[in-house]
Nanobody
Framework: QVRLVESGGGLVQAGGTLRLSCAASGRAFSEYWMGWFRQAPGKEREFVATISGSGTITYYDDSVKGRFTISRDNHNDTVYLQMNSLKPEDTAVYYC????????????????WGQGTQVTVSS
């Protein structure tokens, strides 16, 4: 029900900073919880962060807690992932997604996905 397009990925050095954006189009964007997932080569897709429709509730995977911040601008139909203190293990394709129903950290709970944006952190 929502079309999502990620941007902002790139190559950064360890300890660096990057901000990802996810532009949404469709009905009732502000009603959806939104999430970020990532997938590294040879690994399963894993949960990164999620945010409620109003932006008042957020959850993070322990691996990024304290370093990453998810936020949203419902006026501009955009969700962000601010990534600080990046580590080589953060290297992955990052996807944004809109939550349908179910557990927020399970990828199958999300019904709409973007195409992904590559994040590479060099050591």
């Amino acid at each position: 029900q929502v079309r999502l397009v990620e941007s902002g990925g790139g190559l950064v050095q360890a300890g660096g900073t990057l901000r990802l954006s996810c532009a949404a189009s469709g009905r009732a964007f502000s009603e959806y919880w939104m999430g970020w997932f990532r997938q590294a080569p040879g690994k399963e897709r894993e949960f990164v962060a999620t945010i409620s429709g109003s932006g008042t509730i957020t959850y993070y995977d322990d691996s990024v807690k304290g370093r990453f911040t998810i936020s949203r601008d419902n006026h501009n139909d955009t969700v962000y992932l601010q990534m600080n203190s990046l580590k080589p293990e953060d290297t992955a394709v990052y996807y944004c997604a809109a939550l349908g129903s179910g557990t927020y950290y399970v990828s199958e709970s999300y019904h709409s996905w973007g195409q992904g944006t590559q994040v590479t952190v060099s050591s």
